[in-house]
């Protein structure tokens, strides 16, 4: 995300996700699982990818998720970004990969309904869709419990 847009997702992340549950700062997730050996791939990749310009993404609505509220995110041009890896990836991918994502930043998960409900209603008070920028995209290692950045490229058209 550009650093506007970091600054005021991952605040309300910080804000509303439960700390002992909250081990990333915000983010949007295109792949929740690719296998480790594709390591050096995915980072040459993105590499690539982001030697061109940022795709445009407006922050679309406020999703409420069951136990968690997000905000969606629409990108063609980001979608078509994460198509492209998943083309590279097919047959390594798991089911949930292999599906296309709802694009958005999750700011609050594993409340309770009662409680993402609220939040939602609140967020939805002031809301308006709006430009949000993308400034790059980032693979990240999952160490049972803590995260480690593995590779990332910033966008530079």
Not at 18 to 45: G, K, M, W, Y
Request: with cysteine; charged share 20%.
């Amino acid at each position: 995300m550009g650093a506007g847009d970091f600054a005021w997702a991952d605040g309300l992340r910080r804000a509303h996700f439960p700390p002992e549950r909250n081990r990333l700062p915000a983010h949007i997730t295109l792949f929740h699982h690719l296998p480790p050996s594709v390591l050096d791939e995915v980072t040459q990749r993105l590499s690539s990818i982001c030697a061109g310009p940022p795709p445009p993404a407006r922050l679309a609505e406020i999703m409420l998720l069951g136990r968690g509220v997000a905000y969606r995110i629409e990108s063609a041009a980001l979608m078509a970004m994460r198509d492209d890896l998943a083309h590279a990836f097919t047959g390594m991918l798991t089911p949930q990969d292999q599906a296309r994502p709802r694009l958005h930043v999750t700011v609050q998960n594993k409340v309770s309904p009662q409680e993402a409900k609220a939040l939602a209603a609140r967020l939805n008070a002031d809301f308006s869709p709006r430009p949000f920028a993308i400034a790059g995209l980032a693979a990240w290692h999952y160490r049972a419990g803590p995260w480690e950045l593995a590779g990332k490229g910033m966008f530079r058209g």
